[in-house]
């Protein structure tokens, strides 16, 4: 994803201005300035990628430490961010080198968009644009998630997922569409507790079956005292014909 960057103040700007968009807490410029870690991260990572892209990795890197140290968001300066990016809480997030994010995108705390290879090269994901990641939710591989797609809290993604698509569950499984829905990046659907429980809908789904099944047998069933029944089950077996 090769992005022209625009001016590190108008990226500042956007980065500060999406906050309020996406957090209901937030209530003045100086606290989120000054109490966001999150916003911390993203900020002084646009300082850090500026000097990773101009050779200068040490000082990145040694940039993107101290922020590490400071916040407790490590995103390696290589990673490429799109605009108005926000991490709430933070705690925890980790964002490898060649990840590639698009704008709008959200992501909570936890969340680690790795890697599943020791080779150079492309090995962390890429996510498009309007995408929420929630909390503790791992993502991992050089895969890709389109524009809009939105992961339930503690998913682990390997495989591409298409645009305006949920996904849950370990290892992640698409659940639910959004073709349909009125998706606006600035105010994501946080409704979490309206995504589907996988595993409770499969275990519900093994019980009716589970149930079909022993109606089945019970309905096969013959009394043991009928005696019609008990020679024709033993005939059957010696292969005799009765």
Known sequence: MTRRLPSLFAEWREDVNCVFDR???ARTRFEVLTTYPG?????????????WRRGFFYAARFLAFLVRLWT???IHPGATIGRRFFIDHGAGVVI?????????????HGVTL????WNKGKRHPTLGDGVLVGAGAKILGPITL????????NSVVVKDVPANRTVVGIPGRIVQSRDRATVNPKRPDLDHNNIPDVVNQTISEMMTRIESLEK??????RPENDSRYIVRTVGNM????I
């Open 23 to 25: 957090d209901p807490a």
């Open 39 to 51: 916003l911390h991260a993203i900020l002084i990572h646009r300082i850090s990628h500026r000097l």
């Open 72 to 74: 407790n968001i490590d």
């Open 96 to 108: 490898g080198e060649t990840a590639e994010i698009g704008d709008d995108v959200t992501l909570y």
């Open 114 to 117: 790795g890697g599943t290879s």
């Open 146 to 153: 389109g524009d809009n797609v939105r992961v339930g809290a």
């Open 216 to 221: 089945l047998v019970a309905a096969m069933r």
């Open 238 to 241: 010696r292969g005799q014909r």
